[in-house]
């Protein structure tokens, strides 16, 4: 009789795992933290975002980020170069003449209305150029994320844009002043362009990061980076950082853009590239080298092309480094 009940015992044991709701399961500990769902599950805001693998996008992030161009075309839905023989053909030459692994910047999305056809047609015309010699380029589109106050909102605005452009990323730019965000316009904006299998990047108050983003923008705030800053954000965050020269913020330009376009010599803003291009391989980031930028003012941008020093410059420290 003892062996009987001791059988008995033992079989509800081995069962008990079929026996029990899937739920308490995952309560007691099945999910390592984070929420586990059965196939007919719907998903919600538990759900938590994760940077692409390299896997999913196709190249390593160390290739996809190997030689990072910046340039902006178009501002608010401004054409920002003052200068009347550059077109998107010759900006094209220009960078497809760098071999970028990666273009940022080029449209910075106005904040309400559609995208412009000018910016559509010179978006698409750059990005076939560079490509032609440089295939697995990618390209993002910058739109202001921080004031944004809908989730539904963000996911429509960059489904519209994708039909038109079909962008590799998006960087999602948010005030240096700004306190605080929406939670939800980041989360259910980053799980959509996932989904779609584009890159979100992060361009904004570190303070104010969000998850499951795939790159990082680092400001070099008067053109210099702290390699302390920059070793906490590599422990902390495990994503590529890429690191920026400022940039004309709503309608005021700080100081160091100012001079940086006004009073800094060829050779002074050669000697700040240089600097931030020694140190990137050794610190682990990725300089973004600024062939049409900063803004400023705030509907121009810096050509360096006009700067024959700067941009012989900027190809010497890509040989280089990059």
Known sequence: MRMNRCLCFLTILLLLPQLLPMGLLHAAGG????????PTATPSAD??????SSTALKISQKALFMRVVQARLFHNGNWTLADSSQSPVTVARTIASLHPSFVTGLLRIADHGDLGHNEEEAFVTIRSAVQASSK???????????????????????????????????????SPDATSVNPEVFEEGIAAAHAAG????????????????DYLVVRAWNMKVSKHQIDLLKASKHIPLIVEIPTTFG????????????????????????????????WGYHLAYPVFYPLFPAKHVFDATKDPILMVTIRSLLARFN
């Not at 202001?144 to 909102?153: I, P, T, V």
């Not at 584009?198 to 499951?212: A, F, I, R």
Request: hydrophobic share 40%; charged share 20%.
């Open 198 to 213: 584009q890159m979100v990047g992060y361009d904004g108050p570190l303070s104010l990061v969000p998850e499951g983003i």
């Open 47 to 52: 759900n938590i975002n994760l940077p692409l």
């Open 251 to 282: 309608n005021q330009p700080p100081p160091e853009v100012s001079s940086y376009v006004n009073e800094f010599s060829p050779q002074d803003r050669a000697a700040s590239l240089t600097l931030l291009a020694e140190n990137q391989n050794a």
């Open 136 to 174: 697995a380029c990618r390209f993002d589109v910058v739109l202001n994320a921080g004031d944004e106050r809908s989730g539904d909102l963000i996911v429509r605005h960059l489904r519209e844009i994708a039909i038109r452009i079909h962008p590799d990323a998006w960087t999602f730019y948010v």
């Open 31 to 38: 999910g390592k933290g984070r929420v586990m769902q059965s």
